[in-house]
């Protein structure tokens, strides 16, 4: 049994921070790519950050450079994302993925809302 489970998400305002993180936990024994998407309502789901097994981040969306930083502990298959200077314009439900064995792994999503 495979989990991917979100945590960290919330509401702050605009110029605060958050850090998200993502567990991928169950009977894997290689967790390779991993990364953080997120969805604003009514619009497609988005590609935030990526980074490889080895820990190379491999590229964050435009919007999110220099604000956000994509890390990864492989010993506890983690995956986090520290998101600062947040925008009203982040706000999403934000997505953990990570492959494994040539599938795809999906969490729930966590809920981040950031006002004005």
């Known amino acids: 049994q495979v989990e991917v489970a979100e945590s960290g998400g919330g509401s702050v305002q605009a110029g605060e921070s958050l850090r998200l993180s993502c567990l991928v936990s169950?009977?894997?024994?290689?967790?390779?790519?991993m990364a953080w998407y997120r969805r604003e309502s009514g619009k497609e789901r988005e590609l935030v950050a990526r980074?490889?097994?080895?820990?190379?981040?491999?590229e964050y969306a435009d919007s999110v450079k220099g604000r956000f930083k994509i890390s990864r502990d492989n010993d506890k298959n983690r995956v986090d994302l520290q998101m600062d200077n947040l925008r009203p314009e982040d706000s999403a439900v934000y997505y953990c993925?990570?492959?494994?064995?040539?599938?795809?792994?999906w969490g729930l999503g966590t809920q981040v809302t950031v006002s004005t």
């Open positions: 993925y990570a492959a494994a064995a040539g599938l795809d792994y």
């Open positions: 169950g009977k894997t024994w290689t967790v390779g790519g």
């Open positions: 980074i490889t097994r080895g820990g190379v981040p491999r």
